[in-house]
Every structure is written in C-alpha cells, then in structure tokens.
C-alpha cells in the first residue's frame, strides 16, 4: 500500500468527488458538527490561509468532531487528499 501512495503521481489521480460523495458529504453538505460547509466561500477562506498541507494533515490525523481519515480508514492518504482538493476547487 505504501509503495502504492508513492508511485500515486504515476497514476490517474484520486476522484475527489466520488469520495467527497462517500465520505465527507453527510457532514460538509450541511455543516454538520460545526463543519466548515462546502462551498460556503466565507466558512474556507480561512481555512485556506492555513495551506493545503495543514488542510489535508487535519483530515489524516481528524480535527474537532471529525475522526482521523473522516473514519474511513480504509482511504488513502492521496484519496483524502482528492477530497479536500475537490472540496477547495468549489470555494475557488
Ligand atoms: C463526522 C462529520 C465529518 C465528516 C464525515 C468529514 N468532516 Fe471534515 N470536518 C468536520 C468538522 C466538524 C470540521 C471542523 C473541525 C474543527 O475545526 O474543529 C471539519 C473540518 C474539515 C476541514 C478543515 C480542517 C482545518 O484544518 O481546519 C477539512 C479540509 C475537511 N474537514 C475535509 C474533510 C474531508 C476531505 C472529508 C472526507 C474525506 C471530511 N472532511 C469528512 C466534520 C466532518
């Protein structure tokens, strides 16, 4: 599996919204638990100003109410990062 994560960048990339769709929707569609909403512009801008690498390390290791890897474990560390990616790309 981890050599799978490395050679990731070979590979067509993770498809962020189908896992946003799995793993991610039931709470950022609605802001559930306080959850920055997706697409909401004012709720990411400044979850923005922090980076991506600290966005997708949130989502790796959990934050708040949001388990490690949105209780998925079974995600890779380059799918989640599709997610946050696809959830970025709505708010840009
Ligand atoms: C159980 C509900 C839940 C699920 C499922 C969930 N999140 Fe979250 N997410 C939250 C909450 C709550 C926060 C706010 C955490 C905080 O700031 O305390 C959050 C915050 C975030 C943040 C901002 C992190 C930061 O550093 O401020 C990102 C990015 C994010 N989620 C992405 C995702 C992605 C990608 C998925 C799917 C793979 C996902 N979330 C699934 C509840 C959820």
């Not at 498809?15 to 306080?34: Q, S, T």
């Not at 959850?35 to 512009?41: F, H, L, N, T």
């Amino acid at each position: 599996m981890a050599v799978l994560a490395l050679a990731a960048g070979a590979v067509p990339a993770a498809d962020g919204e189908a896992i946003y769709n799995r793993a991610c929707k039931k709470c950022h569609r609605i802001g559930l638990e306080d959850s920055p909403v997706a697409g909401d512009k004012a709720a990411w801008a400044p979850l923005l100003e922090k980076g991506m690498a600290t966005l997708y390390q949130s989502v790796i290791e959990g934050k708040g109410s949001m388990e490690p890897r949105a209780n998925k474990p079974d995600l890779t560390d380059e799918e989640l990062r599709a997610a946050v990616d696809y959830m970025v790309d709505l708010v840009k």
